[in-house]
Antibody, heavy 121, light 112 residues
Framework: QVQLEESGPGLVKPSQTLSLTCTVS??????????WSWIRQHPGKGLEWIGY???????YYNPSLKSLVTISLDKSKNHFSLKLSSVTAADTAMYYC?????????????WGQGTLVTVSS | QTVLTQPPSVSGAPGQRVTISCTGS?????????VHWYQQLPGTAPKLLIY???NRPSGVPDRFSGSKSGTSASLAITGLQAEDEADYYC????????????FGTGTKVTVL
C-alpha cells in the first residue's frame, strides 16, 4: 500500500519561501508512469493543482504559479519536494502531495493527509 | 479561473438519489478527456471515488456511479447514506492555458 506524508514548517513569513517534502513509502518514486504532484486547498475552498514532477524528472507547473514554483525529486530518499517563493497570505492553505497516474487524463490515486501552511508575520 | 463548474450544494434524505453535475468546455471534458471524481470527508484528504468517467476503484460501493456526455459529467449517489455527507470534486485534463489538471468547484452533499 502506497503512503504519502507531507512534512515542513506550518508557519512561513510573507515574502519567504515555503518548502515542503512528501515522503513516499510502500512504493518507489522511480516507478514509471507516475506524476508526483502538489495540490493545495485554501481554507473552505476547492482544490488547486500546483504542479508535478514525473518519474523521469520532468516538471510541469500550473501556469498561474509557474514563476514561483519548483518541484524536485530525490530518488535516494524516495521523496519529492515543493518550493513556493515570495509567499503572501493568499498562499495560506492545506497542501497535499499526491500520486498522479494515467496516460491521457491522469488521476490522483494516493494522497497524503495534508499539511496546513499559514503565511503570517 | 473556474474551468469545471459544479453546484455548490445538493441534499437528499437517506435512501434517495442525488446527482452532481460537472460542466466543462471544449478544452477539457468536451475534448474527450476523462473525468474523475473525489470524495472529501470532513477534515480528511480527498479520496478517489470514480475514475475514467464511470469506473469505481476497489472498495467503493456500487451506489456511486459516474457518466459523461458532451462537455459535462455527472456523479450519482443512489441509496444515500449519512456517511456520504462530504464534499465532492470532479477533475479532468485541460488543454488550454488553464493548466494540465483542473478540478471542479466542489459540491457539498448534505444528508437530511
Amino acid at each position: 500500500q502506497v503512503q504519502l506524508e507531507e512534512s515542513g514548517p506550518g508557519l512561513v513569513k510573507p515574502s519567504q519561501t515555503l518548502s515542503l517534502t512528501c515522503t513516499v513509502s510502500g512504493g518507489s518514486i522511480s516507478g514509471s508512469g507516475y506524476y508526483w504532484s502538489w495540490i493545495r486547498q485554501h481554507p473552505g475552498k476547492g482544490l488547486e493543482w500546483i504542479g508535478y514532477i514525473s518519474y523521469t524528472g520532468s516538471t510541469y507547473y500550473n501556469p498561474s504559479l509557474k514563476s514561483l514554483v519548483t518541484i524536485s525529486l530525490d530518488k535516494s530518499k524516495n521523496h519529492f519536494s515543493l518550493k513556493l517563493s515570495s509567499v503572501t497570505a493568499a498562499d495560506t492553505a492545506m497542501y497535499y502531495c499526491a500520486r498522479g497516474f494515467g496516460v491521457v487524463t491522469p488521476l490522483f490515486d494516493y494522497w497524503g493527509q495534508g499539511t496546513l501552511v499559514t503565511v503570517s508575520s | 479561473q473556474t474551468v469545471l463548474t459544479q453546484p455548490p450544494s445538493v441534499s437528499g434524505a437517506p435512501g434517495q438519489r442525488v446527482t452532481i453535475s460537472c460542466t466543462g468546455s471544449s478544452s477539457n471534458i468536451g475534448a474527450g478527456y476523462d473525468v474523475h471524481w473525489y470524495q472529501q470527508l470532513p477534515g480528511t484528504a480527498p479520496k478517489l471515488l470514480i475514475y475514467g468517467n464511470n469506473n469505481r476503484p476497489s472498495g467503493v460501493p456500487d451506489r456511486f456511479s459516474g457518466s459523461k456526455s458532451g462537455t459535462s459529467a455527472s456523479l450519482a449517489i443512489t441509496g444515500l447514506q449519512a456517511e456520504d455527507e462530504a464534499d465532492y470534486y470532479c477533475q479532468s485534463y485541460d488543454s488550454s492555458l488553464s493548466g494540465l489538471y483542473v478540478f471542479g468547484t466542489g459540491t457539498k452533499v448534505t444528508v437530511l
